[in-house]
């Protein structure tokens, strides 16, 4: 296997292009066709980092038509074992409101036909009962005292966002958070074989939860934005105390299991 380019990825996201300064830029090709961008990769508290902005580097790419699959392949192609994904979530919760960042421990998938795998052959069933690393989620909670631990995730099609109907009954089964990008990218993630861990960032309260008329883009834009500065400093803290991926069960999982799909190396 060839040296790593760089072992930790940053998947940025909505209003969030840039996390490296002085990167150098690596174009990826995968089966599965072309990333969202260029990979960026640069140096972090000592630590090679990838970054790959989510919706591409113009925001080219709403939700359901990231190239969830290629993007995942691209990083672990240059050697990404953990990875750190901020993304912009509605709160279904009055009191979790804009600016508060949380670390979801659950996920609810409400998206409909995207490419959720890499499995195409055989007998692979992923375990998915906890979706996120524990221990990187531990990292991350751990350089800040104000980051929330927690609650579910529940991930809709989009582009548009929840009707109040349909935003109530999502509040109603106690989960937490509304976001349109955490499923298929957590789950691929683990068929990678990576830690990965959401950060989610408040940037508005749903439909559901509000008297007024709902989200709207210029908000969730213009919260993410305020708060650029603070995510990139919560980043650089953890990517400073991420702990060995080795013997992590995000990895470990496949031990033994002969998977029909090709991990890049
Ligand atoms: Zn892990």
Redesign the pocket.
């Known amino acids: 296997m060839s040296a790593p380019v760089a072992e930790i990825a940053v998947i940025g996201g909505s209003g969030f292009y840039s996390f490296l300064d002085d990167a150098e830029q690596h174009a990826v090709e995968t089966p599965y066709g072309a990333p969202s961008a260029p990979v960026a990769v640069g140096t972090v508290a000592g630590r090679r980092v990838a970054f790959l902005p989510r919706h591409g580097r113009h925001h080219e790419y709403p939700p359901h038509r990231i190239n969830y699959r290629a993007n995942a392949w691209a990083l672990r192609s240059l050697g990404v074992r953990?990875v750190l994904a901020p993304c912009a979530v509605g709160s279904l919760r009055p009191e979790v409101g804009p600016g508060a960042v949380v670390l979801p421990d659950q996920l609810v998938d409400r998206t409909l036909g995207r490419a959720q795998t890499f499995v195409e052959a055989g007998a692979v069933h992923v375990p998915f009962a906890e979706p996120y690393?524990?221990?990187?989620s531990a990292a991350v909670a751990s350089v800040d005292e104000t980051v929330r631990t927690g609650g579910t995730m529940v991930v809709i099609e989009g582009p548009r966002f929840s009707t109040r109907a349909e935003s109530q009954h999502y509040a109603a089964q106690g989960w937490s958070l509304i976001n349109m990008t955490g499923h298929p990218e957590a789950v691929l993630a683990r068929e990678m074989r990576?830690?990965?861990v959401s950060i989610a960032l408040v940037t508005d309260l749903d439909a559901g939860v509000e008297a007024g008329s709902g989200v709207s883009q210029e908000e969730v834009f213009a919260a993410f934005a305020d708060n650029l500065g603070r995510l990139r400093g919560l980043l650089s803290d953890s990517i400073a105390v991420l702990p060995d991926?080795d013997g992590?069960?995000?990895?470990s999982w496949a031990d033994g299991i002969p998977l029909t799909y090709e991990l890049p190396s």
């Open positions: 953990q690393c524990d221990r990187l990576q830690c990965y991926p992590c069960t995000c990895a």
